[in-house]
């Protein structure tokens, strides 16, 4: 079954750091996400990106994050300076479509830490 | 504004008892709802959805779920728990308007022998 693949599986990093988190989203998908788990707390939005530009975004998502497309399968997260409270766990998430009732995919997470 | 409330954060069952995870709604427009399923060290797979078809929704692992517009509820069920059923679990929602999931603080299933 296809699935949404994500690197590194855990990364720790020093604040003030700059981090990219790269995902392989599902082939034939056009919508893709990042969401975010803070340890003991609620997954969390952080934005959509179709066509190759952000359709939407949480108010988490602010100057410090950006979403990337570099190629036909890559899609990154890149955090420029890391903080403390960047520390969760980051998901990746594809469909196939954006409608509200299309499955959303999830990869299997990449846990930051920073220290 | 959109939300899902699980009640307990934790449940716990015996192997062979029915698992009952309760998740109720919030949506100013009919909503689609999801479960998740979050094995431990893995990412999220998706149990099953609504989406408006059947009220009574079928998934994997021998899971379903019920919409009760009346109720605003959309709660889990297993009629025989299983030491691997042992994960957490969220309740989630999207609705035509917008894609993203919005989900609920999930609640940690926990199977004993």
């Known amino acids: 079954e296809p699935e949404v693949t994500q690197t590194p599986s855990h990364q720790v990093t020093q604040m003030g750091q700059e981090v990219i988190l790269r995902c392989v989203p599902i082939?034939?998908?056009?919508?893709f996400y990042w969401y975010r788990q803070i340890l003991g707390q609620k997954v969390e939005f952080l934005v959509s990106f179709y066509n190759n530009e952000i359709s939407e975004k949480s108010e988490i998502f602010d100057d410090q994050f950006s979403v990337e497309r570099p190629d036909g399968s890559n899609f990154t997260l890149k955090i420029r300076s890391t903080k403390l409270e960047d520390s969760a766990m980051y998901f990746c998430?594809?469909?196939?479509?954006?409608?509200?009732?299309?499955?959303?995919?999830f990869g299997e997470g990449s846990w930051l830490t920073v220290v | 504004a959109q939300s899902v409330t699980q009640l307990g954060s934790h449940v716990s069952v015996s192997e062979g008892a029915l698992v009952l995870l309760r998740c109720n709604y919030s949506?100013?427009?009919?909503?689609?709802l999801f479960w998740y399923v979050q094995y431990p060290n893995q990412g999220l797979q998706l149990l099953l959805k609504?989406?408006?078809?059947?009220?009574l929704v079928k998934g994997i692992n021998g899971f379903e779920a019920e919409f009760k517009k009346s109720e605003t509820s959309f709660h889990l069920t297993k009629p025989s728990a299983h030491m691997s059923d042992a994960a957490e679990y969220f309740c989630?929602?999207?609705?035509?308007?917008?894609?993203?999931?919005?989900f609920g603080t999930g609640t940690r299933l926990l199977v004993s022998p």
């Open positions: 989630a929602l999207t609705n035509t308007g917008f894609q993203k999931l919005v």
């Open positions: 609504y989406t408006s078809a059947a009220t």
């Open positions: 949506s100013s427009v009919p909503p689609y």
């Open positions: 082939s034939n998908h056009l919508y």
């Open positions: 998430a594809s469909s196939e479509a954006g409608l509200g009732g299309d499955t959303i995919y």
